[in-house]
Every structure is written in C-alpha cells, then in structure tokens.
T-cell receptor
Framework: GQQVMQIPQYQHVQEGEDFTTYCNSS?????IQWYKQRPGGHPVFLIQ?????EVKKQKRLTFQFGEAKKNSSLHITATQTTDVGTYFC???????????FGKGTHLIIQP | EAGVTQFPSHSVIEKGQTVTLRCDPI?????LYWYRRVMGKEIKFLLH????????ESGMPNNRFLAERTGGTYSTLKVQPAELEDSGVYFC?????????????FGPGTRLTVT
C-alpha cells in the first residue's frame, strides 16, 4: 500500500532560524495536504497541493509539490515560538479519499 | 460553524471490555473519517463514510472494530473486545468540497487506554 515517509522526525532550531520538513511517497499522489498539530491538540489543515511542481506560500510558510508528485516540502522562514508543533504531510489518492500520513516532524524552538 | 466533536475525550478500560467512541461531524459534511494514532507512530486511516455508506474500510485493523453512521449524521466506532494494542488516540474528521479541495477538519480525538 501507499507509504509516506517524512523527515526529520525532530528538529530543534533557534528562534529566527529557518525550518524545513520533507515528505516522500512510495506512489504518485493525486494531491498532498499539510497539517499542523499543536502539543495536546489535533491536526489542523494548512494547505493542499494538487499540481505537479506547485509552490504555494502562506506568510512565512512555503509549500512545494514535486514534479513527479511523489515528494513535497514545507519551509518556514524565520521561525517564531508560535510555530512550535508537529507538522504532518498527508497524501491522497484523490477526491475525498482517506489520507496517508507521514510520521510528522516535531518542531522545537529555543528562544 | 461548530467543529467536529468527539466523545469521550478519554477512556480507560480493561482488556476484554467494550468501548464505543462517538463522532459528530460538521453539520452538512457528507464525508466522515476515522483515524488512529498509536504512540510513536503515524496517524493511520481506518475508514471513510460517505453519508451512511462505508466508502473505504481498508484501514480497519480487524473484526473487533465496528463503525456505523446510521442516518448519515454522527458516527460510532465500537471496539469489542478491546486489546492492549488498541490503545491510542482515535481521531474523527469530516470534509466537504470547498475551494477546490476536500479539506479535512479533525476533532479533538479520544484517547483510549486499554489496561
């Protein structure tokens, strides 16, 4: 079945440094979604990428979808303490299908 | 609009007992999903309802798990009998087509501990 690998598992950064998490799927995806989970919370939708090579930005967050639609990345510029949490990528076969999640990257920020 | 709600927030049961988890999706959302996160592992898909029909139940671990969505509104997930490895956080999510995507809205989860 479909597998989504995500690295790194943990990332410690100083506040103000950049952060990147990477996802790689074993199969071509119809789309990829990104979620953020704060400590003690639940996953909250950030964005969906659909097109090959797509790049989307949300303020300090930049999301990319690979040309082959098998990999994706999330880059945060100049991290802030509010960015703390676990970032998950989740692949979809299309439409309203259930998601295949990566293991997540725990972002820890040191002030 | 009200978000996805789940009940209970926590449940501690003994091995062999039965537990029923409930999920109320966002009103009007036809799609309802169950996911599970076992400690240290990824969030895993269990099943997907479209209204009252099971669209995909390929992620259900075994026949000790029974999900229902009578009337296409709220859903229940029953575990009978519970085993130690069933411990984890069970998330429910719902979605509808909006803005070009099926963004999934997650509930707060039910933390199940089987002792």
């Amino acid at each position: 079945g479909q597998q989504v690998m995500q690295i790194p598992q943990y990332q410690h950064v100083q506040e103000g440094e950049d952060f990147t998490t990477y996802c790689n799927s074993s199969t071509t995806l119809s789309n990829i979604q990104w979620y953020k989970q704060r400590p003690g919370g639940h996953p909250v939708f950030l964005i969906q990428l659909v097109k090959s090579g797509e790049v989307k930005k949300q303020k300090r967050l930049t999301f990319q979808f690979g040309e082959a639609k098998k990999n994706s990345s999330l880059h945060i510029t100049a991290t802030q303490t509010t960015d703390v949490g676990t970032y998950f990528c989740a692949g979809s076969g299309g439409g309203a299908d259930g998601l295949t999640f990566g293991k997540g990257t725990h972002l820890i920020i040191q002030p | 609009e009200a978000g996805v709600t789940q009940f209970p927030s926590h449940s501690v049961i003994e091995k062999g007992q039965t537990v029923t988890l409930r999920c109320d999706p966002i009103s009007g959302h036809d799609n309802l999903y169950w996911y599970r996160r076992v400690m240290g592992k990824e969030i895993k898909f269990l099943l997907h309802f479209v209204k009252e029909s099971k669209q995909d139940e390929s992620g259900m671990p075994n026949n000790r798990f029974l999900a229902e969505r009578t009337g296409g509104t709220y859903s229940t997930l029953k575990v009978q009998p519970a085993e130690l490895e069933d411990s984890g956080v069970y998330f429910c999510a719902s979605s509808d087509y909006r803005g070009g995507s099926y963004e999934q809205y997650f509930g707060p989860g039910t933390r199940l501990t089987v002792t």
